[in-house]
């Protein structure tokens, strides 16, 4: 089921701690640490913002769910590697629910002065 695939994934990944990095990408690049980790989840941004400016039709719309899909799931392998995972960023995602990105700006600069 893919409502859940978030926090599967994220198990997974916390799972490979204990795997051989012959068998496991995850494995080697929790093996390799975070500059790799980061290093990956910069080019695949990089490759989203690429992708992004070529998704003028379905072969290239197919194209940047690809490449949103690798950095989601590298971002899950960096969230892991700080010791958290999906569940926290879906759970701050539900809290600015229906939070106007403007009123909560505002909000900030109330709280700030
Ligand atoms: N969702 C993914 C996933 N998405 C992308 N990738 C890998 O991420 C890499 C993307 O990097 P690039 O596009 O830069 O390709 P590359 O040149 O092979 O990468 P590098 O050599 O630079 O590391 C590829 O090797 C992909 O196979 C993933 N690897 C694993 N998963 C999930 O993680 C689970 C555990 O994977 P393992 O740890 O390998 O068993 C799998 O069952 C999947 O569900």
């Known amino acids: ?4 695939i978030l ?7 916390a799972e490979r701690r204990q795997a051989s990095p012959e068998d496991s ?3 080697r690049l ?11 989840v ?3 941004a990089t490759e989203v913002i ?3 400016k070529d998704a003028g039709d379905d072969a290239g719309r197919d194209a940047l769910v690809g490449e949103v899909a690798d950095l989601w799931f590298h971002c899950l392998v960096m969230l892991e590697q700080a010791g958290t995972g999906p569940e926290a960023v879906l759970a701050r995602l539900e809290e600015r629910f229906g939070l106007s990105g403007i009123a909560e700006k ?3 600069e109330r709280s700030h002065q």
């Not at 089921?1 to 859940?4: F, I, L, Q, T």
């Not at 926090?7 to 990944?13: H, K, M, S």
């Open 1 to 4: 089921m893919s409502d859940d």
């Open 7 to 13: 926090a599967r994934l994220g198990a997974i990944i």
């Open 25 to 27: 990408y995850v494995a």
């Open 30 to 40: 929790q093996a390799a640490g975070l500059n790799r980790i980061l290093e990956k």
């Open 42 to 44: 910069g080019e695949e």
């Open 50 to 52: 690429i992708a992004a």
């Open 106 to 108: 505002a909000a900030r």
